[in-house]
């Protein structure tokens, strides 16, 4: 049977997906692999990661990439630390990068080596742009923060699909399927307890993997849809 992983921010720590992946899952080429964003930030090895998961793309993994806060906070940065976005400001401060950087966003820059926005290859914001804001599967939806049920279509609101901090499910709204999403950091027993909850509407995946020193945080979990194995991974980078 196919088996499909969900694995949620991993915020630049490439040692830590590597086990991950390659120790404990170890996919077939059938299995598929849902990534929920934040590639980037906090951790070491941003770009490490990008590049990894384009490798794995690239020798036939089945993969979908989602995108995270993060990835958006690094897009109006860039956006707004553009030349001709400097020149119509009259050079007025990057609040964007400013914001970026107060998220981690300096560990991203270092890992790539760079000094200035502009510098970071265009492959890879081609790559960052490109990822998706949501996956709808038979039994499950797949978004980096949650939905929008205030409205009468969740799935019009690409901004919470990203940013929100909190909902209500309406299981209506979404067919009854069970919603998995990461973002907010959870205490690793409340993630357990979620998945172990079969009646459960929706379950947030995050340990907040850059925790480390926090009791019950830092690591970096998969949950496997079919089974709802949880497996679960220490930090081998911070």
Excluded at 98 to 116: Q, T
Aim: with cysteine; charged share 25%; aromatic share 10%.
């Amino acid at each position: 049977m196919i088996k499909q992983w969900v694995i949620p921010d991993i915020h630049g720590c490439l040692k830590t997906l590597k086990a991950m992946i390659e120790v404990q899952i170890q996919p077939t080429k059938t299995d598929e692999l849902y990534f929920l964003g934040d590639y980037i930030d906090r951790g070491p090895d941003s770009k490490g990661v990008i590049d990894y998961l384009i490798s794995i793309k690239s020798q036939g993994y089945q993969t979908r990439f989602l995108k995270g806060n993060h990835e958006a906070y690094f897009l109006k940065a860039l956006k707004h630390d553009s030349p001709k976005e400097k020149m119509f400001l009259l050079s007025k401060e990057n609040k964007f990068k400013k914001k970026w950087f107060a998220h981690g966003g300096k560990k991203c820059m270092k890992s790539f080596g760079v000094k200035k926005l502009n510098n970071i290859p265009k492959e890879y914001v081609k790559w960052i742009k490109n990822l998706e804001k949501c996956i709808v599967l038979p039994q499950h939806i797949l978004v980096h923060a949650g939905l929008n049920f205030n409205i009468d279509d969740p799935f019009e609101d690409k901004h919470d699909m990203i940013w929100t901090r909190s909902f209500q499910i309406d299981p209506i709204k979404i067919d009854h399927k069970v919603l998995i999403h990461g973002h907010v950091p959870m205490h690793l027993d409340a993630i357990q307890q979620s998945v172990q909850n079969k009646e459960t509407l929706s379950i947030d995946l995050d340990n907040g993997v850059y925790k480390k020193r926090r009791g019950g945080y830092g690591k970096l979990v998969a949950l496997e849809l079919n089974s709802m194995i949880l497996l679960v991974q220490d930090n081998l980078d911070l």
